[in-house]
C-alpha cells in the first residue's frame, strides 16, 4: 500500500517537473530572443530617426530655396563654369566632409550657369580672379539663415585658383620656353587686354536691354520694363565717358553683373531669336543713318567754319585799321623799305589777307635765317591798312617789309581772269589764290622769288635752297607722287584725262608736287613764257570740264615738265587734315605746311599741331588781348 502512494508521489513529481520546465525553458528561450531583438531594434531606430531628422533638414532648405525665388528677385550671382565649379566644390568637400550644403549650391550653380552663362561670361572672369562665390542679397540671407560665413569659401576658392593658376603658367611656360615672370608679364598682357573690353560689353548690354524695351508696347509699364530702364540709366552714369575697364568703379561691375541678371530674364520672357536678331538689325540700320547724318552735318559746319573769319581776326583788323588811319601819312613809311628790289637779298612772298598768319610767316622765317631778307606781302584793299598797321608795330628786326595792294595793279587787268572760276568757295576764286601765275609781273626786277602760303611755318634756315642748281627747271617743289602718304596726287585725281585734248598732251602717271613752298626762276619763266601758258588753260577750262577748282590743277599743267622734285624734308603737308603723322618727321622739315580746312588759328585747328604756330606768335600783345585772341 506504502510503495503504490510512494510511486504515484514519484510521478506526480515528474509531471509537475516536466510541467515547470516546459513553462520555464519557454519563457527563457523567449526572454533571450526578446533582448537580442531589443538591442538590434534600438539600432535601426536610431538610424531611422537620424534620416528622418536629416531628410527634414533638407526639405526644410528647399523650401527655403522655393520660397527665396517665388518672393524675391531672381539671385543675381556670379557663375562659374562647370569645370570650375566641380574643382571648387571638391576642395570644398576636402574641407567640410561633403557636406549636403556644398551639393545643393554646386546644382544651383550648376542651374544658373546654363540659364545666364551668354550673359555673365565676363563676370565669370572676374569671379574666378577673385574667387568671390556671391553678391547677392538673397544669398547673403540664406547664408545667415544656415549659420554659414562666405568668408573661409572665398579664401579656399581663391587659394585653389591661384595655386590652379600657378601650376598652369608654369606648364605653358616649360612648353613656350619662356621664364615664369615673363609668362606671367604675358597673361596680365591678356588679362589687361579683357579688361579693357568691359566698357565694350557694357554698352553692348545697354543696347541688348533697349532691343527688348522695343518688344513691348509703349505704355507698357511691368516690373521687368521697369527693371530694364532703371539698369540702362545706372549703366549709362556708371559707363560715362570711360573708354578702358580700369576707368569704372566697382559700383559700375555691380550693376554689370545685376543687368546681366535682367538681360537674363528678359531671354527668357522673348524666347524668339528671329525677332530679336530683326529687332538689332532695325536698331543697326537707325544707328548707321544717324551716324551718316552726324557726319554730313559735321563736314558742312567744319567747312563753314573754314571760310568764316574767326570774331578775333575780325576785331583785331577793325582795330589796327583804324589806327594806321589815326597816324599822319610819313609815319606809315615801313623800316628799310629802300631794300626791297635789291636783287642780292632773298627774296620772299606771301600772298595773304590774313594778319596773323603773315606775322607767324615773317617771324618764322626771321628767327631761322642767318642772312638778310625781303618780305613781300601782297593783299586786298581791305586788309592792306591792318597788315601795314600789325608791321609798324612789330617790325621784323633788319628785315625789309614790302606791302603791296593787289587793287594797284593796273597790268592786271587787262586780264581779266579771275571770274573765271566755277566754284563758289572763296578758297578757290580768291584773286590772291591765283597771283602765284603772275609773279613775272609783280616782282619785275627779281631773278628768284621763294613763294609761300600763308599757311606755313618755316623751322629752318633755308639759305641752302637758294645755292641749289635748277637745271633749267622753273618751279622747285616737293612731289607728293609716293603712294601710302596721305599726301599722295595723281594727275587724273585733279585733271580730266578723258578729253582727248589732255590726254595727248600730259602724262597721267607724272610725278605730281605742291604749292606751299617754291622757289621760282624768274628769268627760265620768262623765256618759256608761262603766264601765257596760264591762260590757255584757263580758256579751254572755262569751256570744257578739264580740271577741278583751284590752282593746283592749273599749276601742274602750266609748270608740266618744268619742276625739279625737292626732298620731302624740305616741306611736310598734311597739318591741317591728317592727324597721325609722325612727329619726328615734322621736327626735322624745314617747312611745315597746314594745308587743309583746319588752319591752326582757328578753333576747329588740329590741337596736336598747333604749338609749331603758336611759338611764333607773341599772345601777350596788348592788342591781341583786346580782342581776346589766344593760344
Given at each position: ?5 510512494h510511486?504515484h ?7 509537475l517537473?516536466l510541467?515547470?520546465?516546459s ?12 533582448q537580442?531583438?531589443?538591442?538590434d ?7 531611422d530617426?537620424?534620416?528622418?531628422k ?13 520660397e527665396n525665388?517665388e ?17 571648387t ?5 576636402e574641407?567640410n566632409?561633403?557636406s549636403?550644403?556644398?551639393?545643393i ?12 552663362l ?23 540671407q540664406e ?11 572665398d579664401?579656399?576658392i581663391q ?5 590652379k593658376t ?5 606648364m605653358?611656360a616649360?612648353?613656350?620656353?619662356l ?9 596680365r ?5 579683357v579688361t579693357?573690353?568691359t566698357?565694350?560689353?557694357?554698352k553692348?548690354?545697354i ?5 527688348y ?12 520694363v521697369?527693371?530694364l530702364?532703371l539698369g ?6 556708371a ?6 575697364g580700369s576707368?569704372?568703379s566697382?559700383?559700375?561691375?555691380q ?12 531671354s527668357r520672357?522673348?524666347p524668339?531669336?528671329a525677332?530679336?536678331a530683326?529687332?538689332l538689325?532695325?536698331?543697326?540700320h ?5 551716324v551718316r ?10 567747312h ?17 585799321t583804324?589806327?594806321y588811319?589815326a597816324l ?11 631794300k626791297?628790289?635789291d ?8 600772298f595773304?589777307?590774313?594778319?596773323l ?7 618764322s622765317?626771321m628767327?631761322?635765317?642767318k642772312?638778310?631778307?625781303?618780305f ?7 586788309n592792306?591798312p ?5 608791321f609798324i608795330?612789330?617790325?621784323p628786326?633788319k628785315?625789309a617789309i614790302?606791302i603791296q595792294?593787289?587793287?594797284n ?10 571770274k573765271?572760276?566755277?566754284s ?22 627779281l631773278?628768284k622769288?621763294?613763294?609761300f ?8 634756315d633755308?639759305s641752302?635752297?637758294?645755292n641749289?642748281n ?5 618751279i ?7 603712294e601710302?602718304?596721305?599726301?599722295f596726287?595723281?594727275?587724273?585725281m ?5 578729253d582727248?585734248?589732255?590726254?595727248e598732251r600730259?602724262?597721267?602717271?607724272a ?7 617754291n622757289l ?5 619763266w ?5 603766264t601765257?601758258?596760264?591762260h590757255?588753260?584757263?580758256q ?15 599749276g601742274w599743267?602750266?609748270?608740266y615738265?618744268k619742276i625739279?622734285?625737292?626732298d620731302r ?6 597739318l ?11 621736327e626735322q622739315a ?14 576747329i ?8 604756330w603758336s611759338?611764333?606768335m607773341?599772345y ?5 588781348r583786346?580782342c581776346?585772341?589766344?593760344?
Amino acid at each position: 500500500m506504502k510503495q503504490s502512494h510512494h510511486h504515484h508521489r514519484w510521478q506526480r513529481t515528474l509531471i509537475l517537473c516536466l510541467l515547470s520546465l516546459s513553462v520555464v525553458a519557454p519563457v527563457l528561450f523567449l526572454s533571450r530572443r526578446l533582448q537580442l531583438l531589443t538591442h538590434d531594434g534600438r539600432s535601426d531606430f536610431l538610424d531611422d530617426l537620424s534620416t528622418v531628422k536629416h531628410r527634414t533638414d533638407l526639405l526644410k532648405s528647399n523650401a527655403i530655396e522655393q520660397e527665396n525665388s517665388e518672393e524675391l528677385e531672381e539671385p543675381k550671382q556670379v557663375v562659374y563654369k562647370e569645370d570650375d565649379v566641380d574643382s571648387t566644390l571638391g576642395d570644398d568637400s576636402e574641407n567640410n566632409n561633403d557636406s549636403e550644403e556644398s551639393r545643393i549650391e554646386g546644382s544651383r550653380n550648376n542651374f544658373l550657369e546654363k540659364n545666364e552663362l551668354d550673359d555673365d561670361e565676363t563676370q565669370d572672369q572676374e569671379a574666378q580672379q577673385k574667387g568671390v562665390a556671391s553678391t547677392d542679397e538673397t544669398q547673403d540671407q540664406e547664408a545667415q539663415q544656415k549659420g554659414l560665413s562666405s568668408t573661409d569659401g572665398d579664401q579656399n576658392i581663391q587659394t585653389h585658383s591661384q595655386r590652379k593658376t600657378d601650376q598652369n603658367i608654369k606648364m605653358k611656360a616649360k612648353q613656350s620656353g619662356l621664364t615664369v615672370n615673363q609668362h606671367r608679364q604675358v597673361s596680365r598682357h591678356q588679362s589687361r587686354r579683357v579688361t579693357n573690353q568691359t566698357v565694350m560689353e557694357i554698352k553692348d548690354q545697354i543696347i541688348r536691354a533697349r532691343a527688348y524695351l522695343g518688344f513691348l508696347p509703349p505704355s507698357s509699364n511691368s516690373h521687368l520694363v521697369k527693371e530694364l530702364r532703371l539698369g540702362i540709366r545706372e549703366m549709362e552714369r556708371a559707363v560715362g565717358e570711360a573708354t578702358k575697364g580700369s576707368d569704372l568703379s566697382r559700383s559700375a561691375l555691380q550693376k554689370m553683373r545685376h543687368m546681366g541678371a535682367s538681360l537674363s530674364k528678359a531671354s527668357r520672357a522673348f524666347p524668339d531669336c528671329a525677332a530679336m536678331a530683326s529687332k538689332l538689325r532695325a536698331m543697326n540700320h537707325n544707328a548707321e543713318e544717324q551716324v551718316r547724318s552726324q557726319q554730313h552735318e559735321v563736314t558742312h559746319l567744319v567747312h563753314l567754319a573754314a571760310r568764316t573769319t574767326p570774331k578775333g581776326l575780325h576785331c583785331l583788323s577793325m582795330q589796327l585799321t583804324a589806327d594806321y588811319f589815326a597816324l599822319r601819312p610819313e609815319d606809315r613809311r615801313l623800316p628799310n623799305e629802300n631794300k626791297i628790289h635789291d636783287p642780292k637779298l632773298y627774296h620772299y612772298a606771301v600772298f595773304s589777307d590774313n594778319i596773323l598768319a603773315c606775322g607767324v610767316v615773317v617771324n618764322s622765317t626771321m628767327s631761322n635765317s642767318k642772312e638778310k631778307l625781303v618780305f613781300h606781302i601782297v593783299t586786298n584793299s581791305l586788309n592792306f591798312p591792318a597788315i601795314s598797321m600789325w608791321f609798324i608795330l612789330n617790325p621784323p628786326g633788319k628785315a625789309a617789309i614790302h606791302i603791296q595792294n593787289i587793287d594797284n595793279f593796273e597790268w592786271l587787268s587787262k586780264y581779266n581772269t579771275f571770274k573765271k572760276q566755277s566754284s563758289n568757295d572763296p578758297r578757290y576764286t580768291s584773286e590772291l589764290n591765283y597771283l602765284r601765275f603772275y609773279l613775272p609781273d609783280i616782282f619785275p626786277t627779281l631773278n628768284k622769288i621763294l613763294l609761300f602760303d600763308h599757311d606755313v611755318v618755316v623751322q629752318q634756315d633755308l639759305s641752302t635752297l637758294w645755292n641749289i642748281n635748277m637745271n633749267g627747271k622753273v618751279i622747285a617743289g616737293v612731289g607728293t607722287c609716293q603712294e601710302g602718304e596721305t599726301s599722295f596726287r595723281r594727275m587724273d585725281m585733279l585733271i580730266n584725262f578723258s578729253d582727248p585734248y589732255i590726254a595727248e598732251r600730259f602724262d597721267v602717271n607724272a610725278c605730281t608736287w605742291a604749292f606751299g613752298m617754291n622757289l621760282f626762276d624768274l628769268q627760265q619763266w620768262r623765256r618759256h613764257n608761262l603766264t601765257g601758258v596760264y591762260h590757255k588753260y584757263l580758256q579751254r577750262g572755262s569751256k570744257k570740264p578739264l580740271f577741278n577748282a583751284g590752282s593746283l590743277p592749273l599749276g601742274w599743267l602750266t609748270f608740266y615738265n618744268k619742276i625739279m622734285v625737292l626732298d620731302r624734308r624740305w616741306h611736310i603737308l598734311g597739318l591741317g587734315y591728317d592727324s597721325g603723322i609722325d612727329k619726328n618727321k615734322i621736327e626735322q622739315a624745314a617747312v611745315v605746311h597746314y594745308d587743309g580746312i583746319r588752319k591752326p588759328w582757328m578753333d576747329i585747328g588740329l590741337g596736336r599741331y598747333k604749338s609749331y604756330w603758336s611759338n611764333f606768335m607773341k599772345y601777350d600783345h596788348p592788342i591781341l588781348r583786346r580782342c581776346n585772341i589766344q593760344a
